[in-house]
Every structure is written in C-alpha cells, then in structure tokens.
C-alpha cells in the first residue's frame, strides 16, 4: 500500500501541522513516511501545502507528481487540488469555506464542512484535524486507533491541553466522511 496525499491552504489553517500529524501517526502505525512542506513568504494567509507519501516499502522520493488524495481547506486552493489529483483519486475540500467546488469528473469530490465542525466543537483552528479524521476514512491509509496516544506523543508538553479537542475532532472528521 502506498498512499500519495497533498495538502493544500492558506497559511493559519494548519496545512503544514496537518501534514506533519498524518505523517506522525503513518510512522506511529509502522509505515515508511516521506514529508515535505512548503509555503509562501508570507507569516498567515499565504499558501501553505504539503506533500505526504505513506507507504508500507521504502520510498524513494518526496516528490508527488500527482497525489492519490488531496486535502483543500479553501476555495483559493481549488485549483492546486484539480491539478495534483490523479485521475480516479479523491479531493476532500472543507465545504465551509470551498463554495465553488472542484469541476473534475475524473475524481471522487468529497465535502466535508470542516469549519463547521470545528466550530461545534469549540475550536474553528481544529479544522485541521476533523480534515485529517475524513482522510483516515477515505483513504483507510491509517486506522488512527491510537489517536489520542499519538496526539500525546506528538504535542509538547505545553500543548498538550490541545489532545482532546483534536481528538474529538478527528474522530467528528471520520465520522463526516462515513455519511458523505
């Protein structure tokens, strides 16, 4: 199995920690993981993306050229996300904020008000974490069972009063995905 994913946004919405917790808990469940971020100049609201390729064999390269599976959290990523896909992959968007959706017909569009559920949640910047509950469920890539195990493992000391909203969150994100 190797999962080839693509993360895209806008710099604040958590594309690079996203990016970086879907290749953590990947090395946590025992898979082969590349990362590789990148982002504009900018401190908030320029681009960010990532690129993450989990797979159960050694990897030869960072580099996606088309991605199995692409994460958009906003309409100005769109674009990107049409590009990177490869034909019969998925593009899960954050419906909250991408009103206009992906034209590609080639690929499964998966709308996941990710904002939304944040915000129920109590925390809008955990958005990213209910995108990453919906990629587990999409891609079954990872089984995300040990999520709070992982979440504690990863955040520092001083964050980790941010593991329980991130772990209701991924699991608010799988179960969206289930009903999409």
Not at 113 to 140: C, F, H, Q, W
Not at 157 to 180: D, H, M, W
Request: hydrophobic content about 45%; proline content about 4%.
């Amino acid at each position: 199995m190797t999962e080839k994913t693509f993360f895209t946004g806008f710099g604040g919405q958590g594309i690079v920690s996203l990016g970086q917790i879907w290749a953590f808990c990947a090395m946590k469940e025992g898979k082969n993981v590349t990362f590789f971020p990148f982002y504009g100049a900018e401190k908030r609201g320029g681009i960010a993306r990532a690129n993450v390729i989990i797979s159960d064999t050694e990897i030869a390269s960072p580099v996606i050229s088309k991605a199995d599976s692409v994460v958009a959290m906003n309409q100005d990523s769109i674009a990107a996300a049409e590009l990177m896909a490869k034909p019969h992959g998925c593009i899960i968007i954050n419906s909250t904020l991408i009103t206009t959706p992906p034209a590609r017909t080639d690929v499964k569009i998966i709308s996941i008000p990710a904002t939304d559920i944040a915000r129920e949640l109590g925390n809008d910047k955990s958005a990213n974490m209910v995108m990453l509950g919906a990629l587990a469920a999409v891609t079954k890539a990872l089984t995300l069972a040990g999520t709070e195990s992982f979440l504690k493992d990863f955040f520092s000391e001083e964050k980790q009063y941010l593991v329980p909203i991130n772990s209701k969150a991924i699991t608010a994100g799988k179960e969206a995905a289930y009903r999409a």
